[in-house]
């Protein structure tokens, strides 16, 4: 911390300042061409922005190691990407790299637990894994008769809301409606087709 | 001078299909003016400004299919505001009224509406084939317009459009009637499509070639599909997901074996990557595969399926594949002629890019026919360049964007001249360029000395004075399109030969050093281009101070004079 303090004549407090914009933008806004005075459009990374290293590192700033990347996202327009590409990509993006976590109660449990549905490749590991997690056995899966014979029954919550039970419809149209999940225990789940 | 009759000169010009072969012999003289005119049939118009609707009635009454472009190439990077214009409404209109026998529209960054679609549908009896290519404006209801009434239609071709879905049933609207389609794209949209209606289409029109789905179709249905339908060339597939142990992917890998007519497959919206052996027996005919929308395959699947591919002529991939990945292209896609490497990591700033200098280089030493570039990389050098130069001299497209866009050799630290001169001097017939790292005026001389062919060029954050863009106006005798962003080129070049304008189709300068009284200038001097300054939410001043930079600017030559739909942040000076 010593080192910290003693740079804080180079605290650059705008970093920490409430503003509109993105983190990192300084006074020169990159938004806009800089042309005006430099030839290139960004400004030297290892003039300005002492501060920000500041707090970071507690020692004399080498902006040779020290140089990030330009941040790209804040040159309008850079890459130049097609917008319709950007969205779509984005969007899969985030939903691979965050995974589909939906909630999972069990009936009389106190809390409850998240998985990923996204690393199961169907219904058998995804029963497998809620049974380890719980420590319980569901059975196997019928479509007349829904999971006969065991104590708990897994159901889901779907988009619109109903309560369904798991194993009806195909694994990715099950994926993508899947709200949240539920474990009932057999006599509650009677309804649903269990035989108990 | 030789007596041919009209009827032979029209036979003769039949066997003319470019346009600017057409566009010669018109200039030959009045009487071949006149038989080309007559016998026009195919019209492409680079900027719909450029002229109007009336015009083209006028010189080619007998137009069937119709190419029109309407935004600035950059406005696909949001730098063109969204009302800026081109609508394609007023063409449709003045073709109906006229009675033109339209059978083909194709679109590109033209703002097309509902209402558009609707009086197309409804004027052109024969209409046969829309391509749409980065429009926006219509919803599915324009489509279902389309589908209804086009009764002969062969081709739906829509792409990157931004559409918007109005929850309807636009693929039911085709009538059981109609067994014409031979092309069917309509993977952009984003909504659900009645999947049955779908299949019954697919069924009912033997001589569908290309199928391209959204991601809203499934993968069982994708099987029922392609049992319809084994005699498809170009398949999309929509969702590729599924439980690889259920029966449905089992019967998804006996229809696509049947498939043996598939030579160019994209799509890949949604995927398990353990679905992706299904296709593996068309791989080894494929000669064009686009990748580039399936962020979920990663490197080690990529390589495992482009292993198979090895008659591939065309790639569309993203930089997830990583400079290995690149090399095992390099060594089995021996045919390649296209490349493009899309950034898959847009938002993070630091960027995951996963492609360098070595993963180009290795593909230029493996695939010698390659003539069609656009590579998006971490980092380039002068040293690479030099050697893609020289291992590929038939590039014809050669567009390289580092994601730091003024980064210099990654190894010398010095800027990337050098490199991007070895390319245009040993590239021959090099028509496109896009360049990007840092650079200086070297590199415009390189550009102004050797890039003979060069037609379109793209610059941005590059050189240091007006010198840079002089060498590239005084040098490239063909160039058409000039696009510059954020470079330090400002009335010195703009005006040193505004003759040149004329020759070209049109010049676009933003946040580069010009100025109105420059602009205005030129506006003065040359009536038959149109300049047009772009403002936007910057103060909107009456009189704009003669000194003040111009941010946007777009100027085109024109035979018909300011266009009257601009907008107003938008003045024509």
Redo the contacts between chains.
Sequence with gaps: MEGVMSHASDLNLKATELRLGLPGTDEHDEF??V?KNN????PDQSATDSGRKGISSGKSIDHEHEH???????????????????N???A??TE?ETGMYVKVSMDGAPYLRKIDLSVY????ELLKALESMFKLTIGDYSEREGYKGSEYAPAYEDKDGDLMLVGDV????F?SSCKRLRIMKGSDASGLGCGV | MNYFPEEVLEHVFDFLTSHRDRNAVSLVCKSWYSVERFSREKVFIGNCYAVNPERLIARFPRVRSLTLKGKPH?A????VPHDWGGYVYPWIEAMAKSGINLEELRLKRMVVSDESLELLAKSFPNFKSLVLV?CEGFTTDGLAAIASNCRFLRELDLQ???VDDRKGQWLSCFPDTCTSLVSLNFA?LKGEVNVAALERLVARCRNLRSLRLNHAV???ALQKILVQAPQLNDLGTG?F??????E?YCKLKNAIKKCKSIRSLSGF??V?T?CLPAVYPICTNLTSLNL??A??IYSSELIKLICHCKKLERLWILDTIGDKGLGVVASTCKELQELRV??????????NAAVTEEGLVAISAGCPKLNSLLY?CQQMTNAALITVAKNCPNFIRFRL?T????IPDAVTNQPLDEGFGAIVQSCKGLKRL?VSG?LTDQVFLYIGMYAEQLEML?I??AG?SDKGMLYVLNGCKKLKKLEI????FGNVALLADVGKYETMRSLWM????VTYGACKTLAEKMPRLNVEIINEGEQIEASPDDRHRV?KMYLYRTLVGPRRDAPEFVWTL
């Design positions: 806009v061409s042309a030839k290139r459009a960004l990030e990347p330009a941040p790209k996202a804040q040159i309008v327009g850079w890459p130049p990407v097609r917008s319709y590409r950007k779509n990509l984005q899969k993006k691979a490749n169907g219904y058998a195909p694994w990715d149209m994926m | 950059f696909d990077f949001n730098l980065s990157e459009n931004e952009c499934p993968l069982d969702s997901l599924h439980d690889p142990d259920s449905a919206l949604d398990n353990r580039s929308y962020p979920g899309f950034p898959s990591d847009l938002y993070d700033g630091v960027g998006f964007c994601l730091d866009p003024t896009s840092l793209s941005a954050f240091d962003r954020d470079s330090p933003s946040s580069c050093e941010e």
